[in-house]
Nanobody
């Protein structure tokens, strides 16, 4: 079994910063891609940022230049530093990881529980 445990959500004023963390644990052989999605009320879940094991990143256009995704492979942890937050960044943020488990040869996707991020104007 694999678990993703997130921390760091909360309430912040526009222009402020928050940092999300997500630690994966369990029967993990390797994790290729880790990342963050978000879902605002009434909207579809969307990719915010993703990072490969080698450190290659991909960002949604709406967060480029404001958000930074990083990871610590030794800790199986991914981070999302969010700066210059806007009210439209308000959403539930879900951590995501594609994991190869011990004894397996294929990847499975796992989700975190999704902390709420609220940005007030």
């Amino acid at each position: 079994q694999v678990q993703l445990v997130e921390s760091g959500g909360g309430l912040v004023q526009a222009g402020g910063s928050l940092r999300l963390s997500c630690a994966a644990s369990g029967s993990i052989l390797s994790i290729n891609v880790m990342g963050w999605y978000r879902q605002a009320p009434g909207k579809q879940r969307e990719l915010v940022a993703a990072i490969t094991r080698s450190g290659d990143t991909n960002y949604a256009d709406s967060v480029k230049g404001r958000f930074t995704c990083s990871r610590d492979n030794a800790k199986n942890t991914v981070y999302l530093q969010m700066n210059s937050l806007k009210p439209e960044d308000t959403a539930v943020y879900y951590c995501y990881a594609r994991v190869v488990r011990f004894g397996s040869t294929f990847e499975l996707g796992y989700w975190g529980q999704g902390p709420q991020v609220t940005v007030c104007s």
